[in-house]
Nanobody, 116 residues
């Protein structure tokens, strides 16, 4: 059974930090490109960051470059998103996604709210 379980979301003040985690099971994690998406009410889902299967290649949305860092631990089947200098516009539900060939898996999401 494929599972992607996100954790680490919550309420944080502007300028603060959070680290999201996504624990994977039920598939060969090390083969998959892993992505973090986010979606806020009334907006389309947005790709925030991606990381290649071996962790060498990363890419970020312009809106988060220099503030967010994606990483993975293939031994732990986990992908992370370190979010620093958070802004109110980062408020969204954050989703973990894994892709390999025709397989496309999604987590349930974790809410991040940036507010004073």
């Amino acid at each position: 059974q494929v599972q992607l379980v996100e954790s680490g979301g919550g309420l944080v003040q502007p300028g603060g930090s959070l680290r999201l985690s996504c624990a994977a099971s039920g598939f060969i994690f090390s083969r998959y490109v892993m992505n973090w998406y986010r979606q806020s009410p009334g907006k389309e889902r947005e790709l925030v960051a991606l990381i290649s299967s071996n962790g060498i290649i990363t890419n970020y949305a312009d809106s988060v470059k220099g503030r967010f860092t994606i990483s993975r631990d293939n031994a732990k089947n986990t992908v992370y998103l370190q979010m620093n200098s958070l802004k109110p516009e980062d408020t969204a539900a954050y989703y973990c996604n894994g892709r390999f060939r025709d397989n496309d898996y999604w987590g349930q999401g974790t809410q991040v709210t940036v507010s004073s």
